[in-house]
């Protein structure tokens, strides 16, 4: 996987836009959105759960071209954790058939935008044709410069650190890792994100107060933002919004 260097990124915003209030050259380089609320969504219009998740969708474009436009470098967004497998098979087959819709009917921007996909987590668990629409999609996509979609898809932050410790640990018994030389930064490079900076900031929707299994090891001092909003009501502006709060944070991590 490419190392990503920290570099500031010109934006491409049209100069219609107002943006005056947030500072682009401050912004987080790596972004982490847990979307929660589809479902609640739904059953406060009384419609079926599925239509919640086709609107959050519609979201996801709109806020990966918010975050194209002002320069965000890496945006990973929660799409599936591993426990969403436990979801009744109708949802779950409704679920995946929106990704691979997703998936197909992005290409084109993505190639149009610059836009990089890249995937995270248990992706053999996923159905054979979706696997082949996000193969197809990474590829076509790989040398794009400009933002990295992450997706977590069939993702969780405890498997994927058992998963690093396997590793490391079948090198270790084999002689390629010494035990006294193992780091953080060695772990980092077991991770599903190898080469990525942590995440500067962790958005989630829906007002949960919790962190439900998502980026466990690489969340250690990424700040954290919740907000109310189901997901598929949560827009542009509020994101901006999110964005001028967390230039207004300071990041000692641990340091006085």
């Known amino acids: 996987m ?21 500072d ?11 979307m929660d609320g589809n ?19 519609e979201v996801v474009r709109l806020i990966v071209r918010t975050c194209r436009e002002i320069g965000i470098s890496i945006l990973t967004l929660y799409a599936f954790s591993t426990e969403n497998w436990q979801r009744p098979k109708t949802e779950v087959a409704a679920l995946m058939s929106l990704l691979k819709n997703f998936l197909e009917s992005e290409q084109k921007d993505m190639l149009d935008n610059n836009i990089r996909l890249n995937a995270i987590g248990q992706i053999e668990r996923l159905p054979e044709d979706v696997q082949q629409a996000l193969h197809k999609t990474m590829s076509l996509t790989k040398k794009n410069g400009g933002l990295m979609l992450n997706l977590a898809l069939s993702y969780g932050g ?32 077991f991770l599903y994100t190898k080469g990525m900076p942590d995440p500067d900031l962790l958005i989630r929707t829906s007002g949960e107060m919790r962190i439900s299994n998502f980026l ?31 230039q207004h944070r300071e990041r000692r991590f641990g340091k006085v």
């Open 2 to 22: 490419t190392t990503f260097l920290k570099k500031k990124r010109k934006r491409s915003l049209n100069s219609s836009e107002s943006f005056s209030d947030i």
């Open 24 to 34: 682009t050259a401050n912004l987080p380089y790596h972004v982490a959105i847990i």
């Open 39 to 57: 479902g609640r969504w739904a059953k406060k219009r009384i419609l079926n759960r599925i239509e919640g998740h086709k609107k959050g969708v």
């Open 158 to 189: 405890r498997d994927e650190i058992v998963r690093m410790v396997q590793e490391i640990a079948a090198r270790t018994k084999e002689g390629k890792i010494d035990p006294d030389l193992i780091t953080p930064e060695l772990v980092s490079d």
């Open 216 to 246: 466990l090891w690489q969340i250690a001092y990424t700040e954290i933002f919740v907000t109310e909003t189901l997901w598929p009501d949560f827009g542009r502006q509020e994101f901006l919004q999110i964005l001028k709060h967390y």
